[in-house]
């Protein structure tokens, strides 16, 4: 199994896209990009933290390329918008890629500039790629949300 970790936004609906997706076998939203350890909902959405909401992906290569997962992660959020995603505003809504190794890096950046390429977007693309850094689960009652409340689908933009 390998992990990626991405920030596209409030977590929730990101989590549930990349729960849908085969090869998946384990999803987690949390926190990562920040200055606190373990932090909480209240001290991230107080934009102090500097943590960004993120859904950590477990995924299986064999089954399930990085780059479709960058794909899909193109698909659910605006990457053009700076520290928000809708009504949602705050650094901890912004765009990134957290990089678990070079390899995932490099893919980000093609991904980047294919995506920059396609025309898709009017304006640029303000998506971040970073190292990953430590991520920090989330409470309990925010994993699986839309799961847990009988939402199956996440409308992509």
Avoid at 29 to 53: F, K, L, Q, W
Avoid at 64 to 75: D, G, H, R, T
Avoid at 116 to 138: C, K, L, N, Y
Wanted: charged share 25%.
């Amino acid at each position: 199994m390998a992990k990626a970790t991405f920030g596209a936004g409030c977590f929730w609906g990101v989590e549930e896209a990349y729960r849908q997706l085969d090869g998946v076998s384990a999803t987690a939203v949390g926190y990562a990009g920040g200055s606190v350890d373990s932090p909480t909902y209240e001290m991230v959405c107080s934009g102090r933290t500097g943590h960004a909401e993120v859904v950590q992906v477990e995924y299986d290569p064999a089954k399930v390329s990085y780059e479709a997962l960058l794909n899909l992660f193109w698909q659910v959020h605006d990457p053009t918008q700076v520290d928000r995603q809708g009504p949602d505003i705050g650094t901890q809504y912004r765009t990134v890629i957290f990089a678990h190794d070079e390899e995932q890096a490099d893919a980000a950046r093609r991904s980047l500039d294919d995506e920059q390429a396609s025309g898709r977007h009017r304006r640029d693309i303000a998506t971040r790629i970073e190292p990953a850094p430590t991520f920090w689960m989330a409470e309990d009652y925010h994993q699986q949300y839309f799961s847990k409340r009988g939402h199956r689908r996440f409308g992509l933009f």
